[in-house]
Structures are given as structure tokens and as C-alpha cells.
């Protein structure tokens, strides 16, 4: 029997989602399918919409069996880090990863991670980078100068389609790959029913607007009861953080080389708001999304060396039976600890660090700290 693992965010889950899981369970009868997920926050460096444990019940009332939550220093990596974090985790018990793909096919996604991997690109990718281009854009001219196909790396989904491809390879995983297509537009702030984007059904829920039937019917009441979460109703808590960090505090940054964190002291302690701060910062080599991951891990309290390294263990956020199941064949991989086992240390006050300082991003009042982990398991028959 297959398990199937999706490496995903549902922020928040919505029909494109339900489409995938559906599309699994056909292709694979009988199967268990493991969804990581981001917790407190998501990859593009913001607080995930809604709390971990109600995107967790999202999943599991509609196809999951076993929702883990990726740990926070692999949720808030770059996408090759997103990717390899998500993979070293479901290597040990998942025998097909499933991911959305806009054009890529098996084929073509493993040829291009092949090519990212190859000497070649290693020695051309340093000439394009010293131009002062992106890594992104660096990455493009680096391919085709080599002669490889760039066309992967246009859209999100391809891109990270191709990380998931690369850790796979340099990991020596036995994981298949099965890439389903995705329809429409992954950032569309545009309504489509067929296709929905998170950027919409995010945008829309905040604003007030019609949301509802872009996801699946049953979560409808769960969602309207959720306390919604945002970047700008914490914005004045990320200030006080800024603001009060030394100068070895930004060196010691993920991402913050080459004199960059000279710019963020500067701009955190001359801007009056976190966008003004990251437009001071900005430049074309490095990209927006890099610059709020940047902002969010100050704020978080997470330093270049804690966020490349291993994370210990990876929690458990919700089952079914057959999840259960799963759950126990993988702590005989040694990837999760034992009932009852304290998880302690250095990872596990990050953890709760990085729970307690989510409930500032609400709407409402804030929450009290430690309420996330008492919401941590949801268990369904």
C-alpha cells in the first residue's frame, strides 16, 4: 500500500487542495497520505492566516490521514531549504511525494534538477551572481548559458517542483515523484472557481469579502469562527524587535552577508515602518520574499546558524486511524519521539518562542502564550 507525503502550507486549504487530494486517492486506492505543513508561519515570511491546529482539522476533514508540522526553521528557509527540510522528514516512511506542478512533467523536473546539480552550473552560477542579479535571475543566466532548459523556473510551482526534485537526488532518497498539473495562477489576486489561489482566498477572507465558495463546503463554518492572523496587526511587536537589536544582532541574520546587515541596523533604526524598512533595504539582488523571511526570523529571534540547522524532530499535528498507523511505522525511522517523550533544549524553547509570538499577530486581542501547543493534536476516527 502506497503512502503518499505532500509537502504544503494550506494557507488556508481551499478546492485546489481538495482537487489534489482527491487526484491522489484516484491514482492510489487505498493509500495514506501524509501532508507536512508550515506551521506559525508560512514561506514567504508571514503569519499563516489561520492557527496550525485548525489548518491541520482543515486537512484531515478532507483527505488527509496524517498532518506533521514542518519545523519553523524549515518553513522559513529559502525554497531549496523549504524542499530539502520537507524531504529528509518524509523520506523515512513515505514511498511517493506529490506536489503541483503548472508545466513540468516527471521527465523534464528531474532533468532540470540534474542540470541545477552538475559542475557546470556550480561554476557558472558565481559569474552571474557577482553581476549584482538576484539569485533567482543568476540562477536563469547560469542554466542557459549552459545550454539547460530554463522554463522551470518561471513560475512558482515549477521552481519549487524542481527543489523537491533536487533534494530527492542529493539526499539519495527513495521517494517517486508525482507531479500533478496546476491550473491558473498560484499568485492570482483574481477570483477563478475552478482554480482558486490561496493569494485570493487569503486577500478575500482579510478584506471581508466573498470567500466562500472557493473552498470546500464543510470548512466553511470552521473558517468563519477562526481568529484571522496578519502581518500588520503585529507590526508594532516586530518594530519593538527591530528597533531593539544591536548591530551583531542583524550580522548574525540568515541571509545578511556582504554588508547587508549594516542596511537593516539602519533602516530599523531610521524608518518608522516595517514597509519603509524593507524598501530601504531593497535592491534587485535580493527579493522581496527573501527580505520579509529576513524580518521575520529577527523578529522570531532565529540567527543564521539555528535556521541551517537540523531540526530535531518534526510534531504531530492530527491523524486518522490510518495516520496513526503511519505515525508508528515512523518513529521506528527515529523521526518522531516516543509518547511521552519531553521534547527539550535550545529547538523546543524556539518552538514555543515562535508560537507565543504568533497570537500577537491576530485581529482580536492577543492570545496568551502557550495556547497553540494545547491545540496541538486532532485526532478523527
Given at each position: 500500500?502506497?503512502?503518499?507525503?505532500?509537502?504544503?502550507?494550506?494557507?488556508?486549504?481551499?478546492?485546489?487542495?481538495?482537487?489534489?487530494?482527491?487526484?491522489?486517492?484516484?491514482?492510489?486506492?487505498?493509500?495514506?497520505?501524509?501532508?507536512?505543513?508550515?506551521?506559525?508561519?508560512?514561506?514567504?515570511?508571514?503569519?499563516?492566516?489561520?492557527?496550525?491546529?485548525?489548518?491541520?482539522?482543515?486537512?484531515?476533514?478532507?483527505?488527509?490521514?496524517?498532518?506533521?508540522?514542518?519545523?519553523?526553521?524549515?518553513?522559513?528557509?529559502?525554497?531549496?531549504?523549504?524542499?530539502?527540510?520537507?524531504?529528509?522528514?518524509?523520506?523515512?516512511?513515505?514511498?511517493?511525494?506529490?506536489?503541483?506542478?503548472?508545466?513540468?512533467?516527471?521527465?523534464?523536473?528531474?532533468?532540470?534538477?540534474?542540470?541545477?546539480?552538475?559542475?557546470?552550473?556550480?561554476?557558472?552560477?558565481?559569474?552571474?551572481?557577482?553581476?549584482?542579479?538576484?539569485?533567482?535571475?543568476?540562477?536563469?543566466?547560469?542554466?542557459?548559458?549552459?545550454?539547460?532548459?530554463?522554463?522551470?523556473?518561471?513560475?512558482?510551482?515549477?521552481?519549487?517542483?524542481?527543489?523537491?526534485?533536487?533534494?530527492?537526488?542529493?539526499?539519495?532518497?527513495?521517494?517517486?515523484?508525482?507531479?500533478?498539473?496546476?491550473?491558473?495562477?498560484?499568485?492570482?489576486?483574481?477570483?477563478?472557481?475552478?482554480?482558486?489561489?490561496?493569494?485570493?482566498?487569503?486577500?478575500?477572507?482579510?478584506?471581508?469579502?466573498?470567500?466562500?465558495?472557493?473552498?470546500?463546503?464543510?470548512?466553511?463554518?470552521?473558517?468563519?469562527?477562526?481568529?484571522?492572523?496578519?502581518?500588520?496587526?503585529?507590526?508594532?511587536?516586530?518594530?519593538?524587535?527591530?528597533?531593539?537589536?544591536?548591530?551583531?544582532?542583524?550580522?548574525?541574520?540568515?541571509?545578511?552577508?556582504?554588508?547587508?546587515?549594516?542596511?537593516?541596523?539602519?533602516?530599523?533604526?531610521?524608518?518608522?515602518?516595517?514597509?519603509?524598512?524593507?524598501?530601504?533595504?531593497?535592491?534587485?539582488?535580493?527579493?522581496?520574499?527573501?527580505?520579509?523571511?529576513?524580518?521575520?526570523?529577527?523578529?522570531?529571534?532565529?540567527?543564521?546558524?539555528?535556521?541551517?540547522?537540523?531540526?530535531?524532530?518534526?510534531r504531530c499535528l492530527g491523524f486518522t486511524a490510518a495516520g496513526r498507523e503511519a505515525l508508528k511505522a515512523a518513529r521506528l525511522h527515529g523521526s518522531f519521539p516516543n509518547e511521552g517523550e519531553k521534547m527539550e533544549g535550545d529547538y523546543?524553547?524556539?518552538?514555543?518562542?515562535?508560537?507565543?509570538?504568533?497570537?500577537?499577530?491576530?485581529?482580536?486581542?492577543?492570545?496568551?502564550?502557550?495556547?497553540?501547543?494545547?491545540?496541538?493534536?486532532?485526532?478523527?476516527?
Amino acid at each position: 500500500m502506497h503512502t503518499v507525503g505532500i509537502i504544503c502550507e494550506y494557507n488556508p486549504f481551499h478546492l485546489g487542495h481538495r482537487k489534489q487530494l482527491d487526484t491522489v486517492r484516484d491514482k492510489f486506492p487505498g493509500c495514506t497520505i501524509v501532508c507536512l505543513m508550515s506551521g506559525s508561519y508560512v514561506q514567504r515570511g508571514e503569519p499563516a492566516i489561520f492557527d496550525k491546529a485548525v489548518r491541520a482539522e482543515a486537512a484531515l476533514e478532507n483527505g488527509a490521514d496524517l498532518v506533521l508540522e514542518l519545523p519553523v526553521t524549515y518553513a522559513l528557509s529559502s525554497a531549496e531549504g523549504f524542499a530539502a527540510g520537507g524531504v529528509s522528514i518524509l523520506s523515512g516512511f513515505c514511498d511517493t511525494l506529490c506536489f503541483g506542478a503548472e508545466s513540468g512533467t516527471r521527465e523534464s523536473l528531474l532533468a532540470t534538477a540534474q542540470a541545477l546539480l552538475g559542475s557546470e552550473f556550480r561554476e557558472a552560477l558565481p559569474r552571474f551572481l557577482a553581476l549584482g542579479l538576484s539569485f533567482p535571475a543568476a540562477r536563469e543566466r547560469a542554466l542557459a548559458e549552459i545550454g539547460a532548459d530554463t522554463s522551470l523556473l518561471q513560475k512558482s510551482n515549477d521552481i519549487l517542483a524542481v527543489e523537491y526534485c533536487k533534494a530527492i537526488l542529493c539526499q539519495n532518497s527513495m521517494l517517486e515523484i508525482f507531479p500533478i498539473p496546476r491550473g491558473g495562477d498560484y499568485a492570482s489576486t483574481a477570483p477563478d472557481a475552478e482554480n482558486p489561489s490561496a493569494t485570493f482566498v487569503r486577500a478575500a477572507i482579510r478584506a471581508g469579502a466573498q470567500w466562500e465558495a472557493y473552498v470546500p463546503e464543510n470548512l466553511r463554518a470552521l473558517y468563519a469562527r477562526a481568529e484571522i492572523h496578519d502581518f500588520p496587526a503585529g507590526e508594532r511587536a516586530v518594530l519593538g524587535q527591530l528597533r531593539r537589536m544591536r548591530e551583531e544582532d542583524y550580522r548574525l541574520l540568515s541571509g545578511c552577508g556582504e554588508g547587508l546587515w549594516r542596511k537593516w541596523y539602519a533602516a530599523a533604526h531610521s524608518c518608522a515602518g516595517t514597509e519603509e524598512i524593507l524598501a530601504a533595504v531593497k535592491s534587485k539582488r535580493y527579493t522581496r520574499t527573501r527580505l520579509q523571511r529576513t524580518m521575520l526570523c529577527a523578529y522570531l529571534g532565529i540567527g543564521e546558524q539555528q535556521l541551517h540547522s537540523p531540526a530535531p524532530w518534526c510534531r504531530c499535528l492530527g491523524f486518522t486511524a490510518a495516520g496513526r498507523e503511519a505515525l508508528k511505522a515512523a518513529r521506528l525511522h527515529g523521526s518522531f519521539p516516543n509518547e511521552g517523550e519531553k521534547m527539550e533544549g535550545d529547538y523546543a524553547l524556539l518552538e514555543q518562542r515562535c508560537d507565543d509570538l504568533y497570537s500577537l499577530f491576530v485581529r482580536s486581542a492577543p492570545g496568551a502564550p502557550g495556547q497553540t501547543a494545547k491545540r496541538r493534536v486532532n485526532v478523527k476516527p
